[in-house]
């Protein structure tokens, strides 16, 4: 009668310690993900493989493009998030080809498509080691996903243990929206000119 008490308590802690271990243990997934090096806007945050700063971030309605003489507008069900930057690789020709928004309940958006075309675009910049270039980011989010968030900007999504890049860009509020952000290309040192309105 003892032994099989004695069984039964055991049976019922090895479970138990099979249920903290298992809901304990990290998956695949957070065992590879990448390393945060974390920043905020205004800073330098460097990585092994390249470094990046975000200098001015806007909130707007519309995005107005210009190009050649031609407007192109963009308007969205959310908000415009355009974030001007300037990266650099450290040891190798790169392109940087993952750029996400953390929101503050821990959705991701990616990178906006609709900007392939507009000069400095972070995904079709080559960035060459030793030379910062001015970069320009885009993501159409719901309102209220803008505040507290982190811009999240790594080598590549499918590069396990790689370092991710977190930089706080400030707690943005609702007042901060302008109705339109206007990207100009220029011919000048830069390759656009931004201004909100």
């Avoid at 249920?19 to 243990?25: E, F, I, K, L, Q």
């Avoid at 945050?45 to 700063?53: K, N, P, Q």
């Amino acid at each position: 009668m003892m032994s099989a008490v004695r069984i039964l308590l055991l049976c019922i802690l090895v479970v138990a310690a099979l249920y903290a271990m298992r809901n304990s243990t990290p998956g695949y997934g957070e065992i590879t993900a990448p390393i945060a090096i974390r920043g905020a806007v205004g800073e330098r945050v460097e990585s092994r493989d390249f470094a990046f700063g975000a200098a001015n971030v806007y909130l707007a309605r519309q995005v107005r493009v210009e190009s050649f003489g031609r407007i192109k507008e963009y308007s969205t069900s959310g908000v415009w998030l355009i974030i001007e930057g300037a990266a650099i690789a450290k040891t190798e020709t790169m392109t940087l080809t993952s750029a996400e928004w953390l929101a503050d309940n821990g959705l991701r958006y990616e990178l906006s498509q609709r900007f392939s075309t507009v000069p400095g675009y972070l995904p079709t910049e080559r960035l060459e080691p030793g030379l910062p270039k001015p970069v320009l980011l885009a993501f159409e989010l719901p309102e209220a996903a803008v505040a507290k968030g982190t811009l999240l900007v790594a080598r590549s999504l499918v590069m396990p243990l790689a370092e991710e890049l977190w930089i706080v860009l400030g707690d943005k509020q609702p007042t901060d929206i302008k109705s339109s952000v206007t990207i100009v290309r220029d011919s000048s040192g830069t390759p656009w000119t931004l201004a909100a309105r």
